[in-house]
């Protein structure tokens, strides 16, 4: 038998990476906020993993609401060093996924302060500005993400060499996405 208050989180998080049942995710860690509040497990918020499985379900202003507390949270605590860029991410793609282009390309651009080289933000950014018109800056934009993935800039999380992350992009031999 396992102990439930000690795995409960990261059961919640093995689910929403690895098994991808999110509905069951978001249980686990509504469950785990409920014992112990809004902790952490693998470097994240048990919200940030509610708000990332969220996305996986298609339910975009749901996640864009609770990465922007949580972002407004670091933000206001410890100050925009302390937001993780990951974070920045995944609400850029909340923008990106309700059409919110401009204000997608302004969050990827907070992560990209902090991640510089970060290939899968510049590729959604680069998406972002052709949705715009913007297509000369983003064939730019999209040069510098194949090179920054061909170095192996990409999500940085550990457990990305067992298991692709959502929204982490592909890259063949050929330069190009999958």
Not at 62 to 79: N, P, R, S, T, Y
Request: aromatic share 16%; with cysteine.
């Amino acid at each position: 038998m396992h102990d439930k208050d000690n795995y409960l989180n990261y059961r919640g998080f093995i689910k929403c990476i690895f098994a991808k049942t999110y509905r069951e995710a978001i249980f686990d860690f509504e469950e785990a906020i409920s014992r112990h509040g809004n902790s952490h497990v693998m470097d994240h918020s048990y919200r940030f993993y509610i708000a990332l499985s969220l996305l996986q379900l298609n339910e975009f202003e749901k996640a864009e609401a609770i990465f922007k507390q949580e972002v407004d949270k670091m933000l206001q605590e410890h100050g925009e060093d302390w937001v993780h860029h990951l974070d920045l991410f995944y609400y850029g793609i909340s923008q990106y996924e309700q059409g919110k282009y401009d204000m997608a390309i302004k969050t990827f651009d907070r992560a990209l302060v902090q991640y510089q080289q970060f290939s899968d933000a510049k590729y959604y950014k680069a998406v972002s500005l052709v949705h715009l018109g913007k297509t000369e800056a983003a064939s730019k934009l999209l040069e510098e993400a194949q090179q920054d993935r061909k170095n192996g800039y990409t999500i940085n999380e550990d457990n990305v060499i067992y298991e692709r992350y959502p929204y982490q992009l592909r890259y063949d031999s050929s330069g190009l996405y999958q």
